[in-house]
């Protein structure tokens, strides 16, 4: 039951990919999944921004309460999801490592949702840090997963590469062209991405414990 939970949740965590572009779509002046960050989706009030990097750009997101709903929703799910499948996983403390840092990454998304950042800048900027140490979870869930389950585990170490790279290039401002927006997808969503696809293995596997080779 709690194994079936934890799957749940994780497939629920797809509600950010389907929220985004409805809520994109209100913008005006449009919203671009390149140009503009994701957390440009929660913002509150329609102003220019303060960022030196893009000063005077109008930000105006009029559905800002669906979006950072759906953060609080997909960070619950995400730490649940976490918490209720420990089971499903080896028990090798690298599996517990790669799981934990995945629920302080759904704890961040709360704070992300709970403080847009032209509310709470300071409050949401700590909750978007912690959605860094929550790329390099399915690398080291994966890395734990034993190699008879070889789509789980190159699936999971795939989506952490990807996940890390991103983050590197968003953090160190190299987008390779893809834009601050586009590079903070790179590292943060192959995340949700795991999450989603891992809640229908996990709903779909035996209680914990026995799973057969994948």
Known sequence: MRQRL?????????????????????WDPAYSFSANTISD????????????WRQAT??????????????????????????????????QRL??????LIAVSGVGA??????PGDVNMPLHLVGAGLQFPGALGPLLVGLATPR???RERAFSLAMGVVGIVGCVLFASGQHLGLGVGGAERLGFDPLTVWTVVLGVIVWRARPAGNHSPS
């Open 110 to 115: 709360v704070l992300v949702g709970l403080a």
């Open 95 to 100: 599996a517990g490592a790669g799981l934990a």
């Open 6 to 26: 934890g799957a749940l949740c994780w497939m629920l965590t797809i509600v950010y990919f389907l929220v985004q572009p409805f809520v994109a779509a209100a």
């Open 58 to 91: 109008m930000l105006c997101s009029p559905r800002h309460a669906l979006m950072n709903a759906a953060f609080v929703l997909v960070g619950v799910c995400t730490a649940v999801g976490a918490l209720a499948t420990r089971r499903y996983w080896p028990p």
């Open 41 to 52: 989706l929660g913002y509150a009030r329609c102003e220019p921004s303060a960022d030196v």
């Open 148 to 150: 008879e389950r070889r």
